[in-house]
């Protein structure tokens, strides 16, 4: 059975850092473009950054570019959300997702999810 399970949410001060993880087990996603997303109350899920393991492509929403970095550890089967420069607007439930291939950045084109971690931003 495939599982991504996040984890490193909580709470933090405006301006601070966390660190997300997403670890994979069930079958080795070496392959597969992995992504984050976030939902905030209210809103729909939405797209924060991406990236292509075949071709080393990464993606990030506007909101996020250049304080967000995805990275992943293919020894550890784990992916990463290095989260700087926090903003109250990034509060939100993060879910981590893969898919065989990018697709661009709509829920609808991850397989995989799991079951999310909340961080939330302090003004």
């Known amino acids: 059975q495939v599982q991504l399970v996040e984890s490193g949410g909580g709470l933090v001060q405006g301006g601070g850092s966390l660190r997300l993880s997403c670890a994979a087990s069930g079958r080795t996603f070496s392959n597969y473009a992995m992504g984050w997303f976030r939902q905030a109350p209210g809103k729909e899920r939405e797209f924060v950054a991406a990236f292509t393991r075949s071709g080393g492509s990464t993606y990030y929403a506007d909101s996020v570019k250049g304080r967000f970095t995805i990275s992943s550890d293919n020894a550890k089967n784990t992916v990463y959300l290095q989260m700087n420069s926090l903003k109250p607007e990034d509060t939100a439930v993060y879910y981590c997702?893969?898919?065989?291939?990018?697709?661009?950045?709509?829920?609808?084109?991850?397989?995989?999810w799991g079951q999310g971690t909340q961080v939330t931003v302090s003004s």
């Open positions: 997702a893969a898919a065989p291939y990018y697709s661009g950045r709509t829920p609808m084109g991850y397989n995989y």
